[in-house]
């Protein structure tokens, strides 16, 4: 049962407003389904806002945040919970251990890297939790493509495509992660 979605997102808010305005969408549909944010713990960016507007809804937020990004993200001080960790490995590995489920909104590389570790995970069998990419404003497009093109020439399985649950609305992307 999915009860705690862990969002790998950007440090930064990116250059158009439809990506905050995704992640106060995709708050507001974890809070409405009483579905539990576990995230980065910073303060900045999308997870600043995701976070925030959990919050503000009555939601409950755990953020996880290595000692060295404490500053440098301004670790987000009104969360629900919050773990200072000892660096990235350790990081990623709670966020996995805390979370029933996945979701990639639009970000930088450390989301790609977060968001392919999920994946190659769930391909080696390591766990078997619902993986999601919130595809705002077709962000993901050309990665979709790449990953049905690396499939197609026989490099990822067709079983291992499917692993992404790929969906440009919030709420469309909570319903198909929470029914698997």
Not at 82 to 109: C, N, S, T, W, Y
Request: glycine share 14%.
């Amino acid at each position: 049962m999915v009860k705690n979605i862990c969002v790998y997102c950007g440090a930064n808010a990116g250059i158009t407003p439809q990506y905050a305005e995704a992640a106060r969408g995709l708050g507001q549909a974890l809070v409405a389904r009483n579905l539990s944010l576990v995230y980065g713990g910073g303060n900045v960016g999308l997870m600043g806002i995701i976070a925030d507007e959990v919050l503000r809804l009555g939601g409950e937020v755990t953020g996880v945040i290595p000692t060295a990004l404490v500053e440098r993200e301004v670790g987000h001080t009104g969360l629900t919970r919050q773990f200072i960790v000892k660096d990235m490995h350790e990081r990623k590995a709670m966020m996995a251990q805390l979370a029933d489920g996945f979701i990639a909104m639009p970000g930088g590389m450390g989301t790609l890297e977060e968001l392919f570790e999920m994946l190659t995970w769930s391909q080696l069998g390591i766990h078997a939790k619902p993986i999601g990419l919130l595809n705002v404003d077709g962000f993901y497009d050309s990665l979709t493509n790449f990953i049905r093109h690396a499939g197609e020439q026989g490099f990822i399985r067709p079983h291992h495509v499917a692993l992404m649950n790929v969906e440009s609305q919030p709420e469309a992307l909570l319903g198909r992660l929470t029914s698997i």
